[in-house]
């Protein structure tokens, strides 16, 4: 029996030609990501970095608080905008807790400050990127006061926890533990600024490139519909852009990514998923029919 090669994959041939597939010759797996650099141009204070193993050891110490050099602490994410801003956090709440979990500490900052006014980048939709530093005044996370109970809060009226919430008082509460010392320094330990450069848009471009416009979760071509492929940040660290750390996904992907959900609020995302399920469908059924052939073996 003779077998054609050449009869066997014209087959493929004709639907790799259909998909938009180019002859690479002689490859280099080792080739690595050539990614632009990283420009910011917000003049950032030195403030110290926070390191992981720092927030690691607040989130495995015996007591339910956060400590730094024995003085108590807070945490939060020093980021956000005017629709969802951030709140700080007491104690190792399950959103905390969940955030461990999920390797994403690096998104906290730590502040031995008392006065309830905090510095973050906050930009005035989750749809812009128009950081700037600012002072404000945070909220207390709910979750945090639940898991206390601080105030018999569990069993307070949905009225009377949102004045516990506004009449929230961090001097008051580290008073109020007795495990405690009041030599509070007012200092903030910063972590690098969580913000996209200011050429995220080159630094996205060249990954998709590198992907040739493919989803890398669902495998969908979106070379026709580049504005619907994302380039997504795998551990939440907008100012992470090492190749490891970014995944290039179709919007449908993106927003089933943990804490992506709001994406699916956006005006436009239903027609964005429309098309994409649609280029999923004819994706699968140029598979199908390939493998649904049947080759004459001579």
Known sequence: MNLDIKTLLSPLDDLLNKIGAK??????FEE????????????????????????ESLIQADKNFFSIDGRPCV???????LERMPVFH???????NSMYEKGRMRRYVATDDTSGIFKAYIASSWRKRDYELKYIKLKVCKTCLTSLNYKGYRKLSDK???????????QEFFDEQNNWQNNFNNNNILAKCDIYPTNWPEIARAYKERRRWRCEACGVDLSDNKSLLHAHHVNGLKFD?????????????????????????????AEARRKILNLRIKMRGQLRDFLNLKFDII
């Open 32 to 55: 690595k990501i050539i990614i632009p650099d990283a420009k910011f141009t917000l003049e950032l204070k030195k403030y110290p970095e926070l390191e992981i193993k720092i927030i």
């Open 160 to 170: 009377a926890k949102q004045e516990v919430v506004d009449n929230f008082n961090l």
């Open 23 to 28: 002859e690479v010759n002689n490859y280099n």
């Open 90 to 96: 007491v104690t190792k709440c399950s959103s905390v």
């Open 241 to 269: 852009n090492s190749p490891e750390n970014i995944k290039v996904l179709c919007a449908l992907c993106h927003s089933e990514q943990p804490y992506h959900a709001h994406m699916q609020n956006i005006s436009n995302f």
């Open 75 to 81: 945490l939060y994410i020093p980021y956000g905008d």
